[in-house]
């Protein structure tokens, strides 16, 4: 008997929103394309990211522009336009966050010159905020607070929405056992064999193209293609969040030229406020242990808002991990990467706001779409991954300020 097997334009492996967004591109566009999730969409960086659709701020506030200012300054705009609904993709039910960013800074001349740069050097550029439409921690803040009209969305729901559209095109795969590729030469990638993870159903893929968007995945599937490594640099962060008494805050407090504390908020399953604060904190803190860490983030949001009552605040900490296109000096790269080997496309946006620069960028590279069948009842009988979990909705010890001892949920 046959073994059975699909012919593909392109093979996506990651459900994260670079995944996500590229299959809905090729779909749009008339390519035939599947999407292989080994875990849950959104697993890793989508799901752990505070969903601000960057302008460029933290490159602004240096002083002068850059190319990766110059680069991620239009994003903003581009993902307005889909979360309005009028362009591709459709995200115009995403649950928000916020539809701006607070900007304030801390006492000092260096910050001050740092805000400077950000009123130079971003397209959305920040306005002043009357002090009656602050929230309420910043009404008392003696000092400028902007206004900068970057949104925030909520990224579990940007990914379910994406993959509503697109179930019949989304399979849940075993990389450990059900997994094969076959090379012809580094990178060129002739089949990749699957077994059903519920029936041990093989099938067989015959890809144009296979695209490389599962994150810190990559490097593992590089080495499946035959291709070289040390392509990506994993950069780390240990993010702080708070849940209690708190307002709906999404904004940026500036010490000297970068983002001190970049806080975004959302509602938790029992209509709790949380909080997610990275910014330089969450880099500052990577060798810190997770007491140590919500120490220095309660120290921090007392400075920057010292009206905030933290006493009914429960507090936890999580690891996450950047996966970007290596750059020989760890630093990040100043855009959207993508390397094409063969047939295999690596991506690595480095940021949110970027996602749809690079499925431009990508989709340029691939040639028309095949004349293929579009019937993929082969695959009706293959599990459907789920969404990732958000970080505050995991089974994470929380702490209130008095005590070290962990508090329930």
């Given at each position: 008997m046959d073994q059975p097997s699909l012919k593909l334009d392109a093979l996506i492996f990651g459900g994260g929103i670079t995944g996500l967004w590229l299959l809905d591109a090729l779909h749009r566009s008339g390519?035939?394309?599947?999407?292989?999730?080994?875990?849950?969409?959104?697993?890793?960086?989508?799901?752990?990211?505070?969903?601000?659709?960057?302008?460029?701020?933290?490159?602004?506030l240096k002083g002068r522009p850059s190319r990766a200012s110059r680069t991620i300054r239009d994003m903003p705009m581009r993902w307005r336009r889909s979360l309005a609904g009028e362009a591709s993709p459709d995200l115009s039910s995403t649950i928000m966050r916020g539809e701006y960013c607070c900007l304030w800074s801390l006492p000092g001349i260096r910050s001050r010159i740092g805000l400077l740069g950000a009123r130079i050097g971003l397209r959305v550029r920040p306005r002043a905020l009357p002090r009656n439409e602050r929230p309420a921690p910043l009404q008392s803040w003696n000092g400028p607070v902007s206004r900068i009209d970057e949104q925030v969305v909520e990224p579990h729901s940007v990914l379910a929405m994406l993959a509503d559209q697109h179930r019949p095109r989304c399979l849940r795969i075993d990389t450990r056992s059900g997994l094969e590729f076959t090379t012809s030469a580094a990178g060129q990638v002739d089949c990749v064999r699957l077994l059903n993870p519920e029936t041990s159903t093989p099938l067989d893929l015959e890809p144009r193209h296979v695209l490389l968007a599962a994150g810190g995945g990559n490097d593992?599937?590089?080495?499946?293609?035959?291709?070289?490594?040390?392509?990506?640099?994993?950069?780390?962060?240990?993010m702080v969040m708070a849940?209690?008494?708190l307002p709906r805050l999404n904004g940026h407090c500036i010490k000297g030229t970068a983002p001190w504390l970049s806080i975004t908020s959302t509602l938790d399953c029992a209509d709790r406020v949380v909080w997610q604060i990275g910014g330089q904190l969450a880099e500052d803190c990577v060798e810190m242990s997770p007491d140590q860490t919500i120490d220095r983030a309660r120290s921090d949001l007392s400075k920057a808002m010292p009206s905030l009552d933290l006493t009914q605040v429960r507090f936890?900490?999580?690891r996450a991990d950047r996966a970007e296109a290596a750059t020989g000096s760890g630093t990040r790269p100043d855009g959207p990467v993508h390397l094409?080997?063969?047939?295999?496309?690596?991506?690595?946006?480095?940021k949110l706001a970027l996602v749809p620069m690079l499925s431009d960028e990508v989709m340029h590279c691939l040639p028309e779409p095949g004349r293929l069948d579009d019937d993929l009842h082969m695959l009706h009988d293959w599990p459907r991954p789920t969404v990732a979990l958000p970080p505050w909705e995991r089974d994470l010890a929380w702490t209130d300020m008095h005590s070290a001892t962990p508090a329930s949920r």
């Open positions: 390519r035939r394309a599947i999407l292989l999730e080994a875990g849950n969409l959104g697993d890793g960086q989508t799901i752990n990211s505070q969903g601000i659709i960057h302008g460029g701020l933290k490159y602004a593992a599937l590089r080495r499946s293609c035959n291709l070289p490594g040390k392509a990506m640099q994993i950069r780390p962060l240990h849940r209690g008494n936890t900490s999580y094409l080997e063969g047939n295999t496309v690596t991506l690595w946006p480095t």
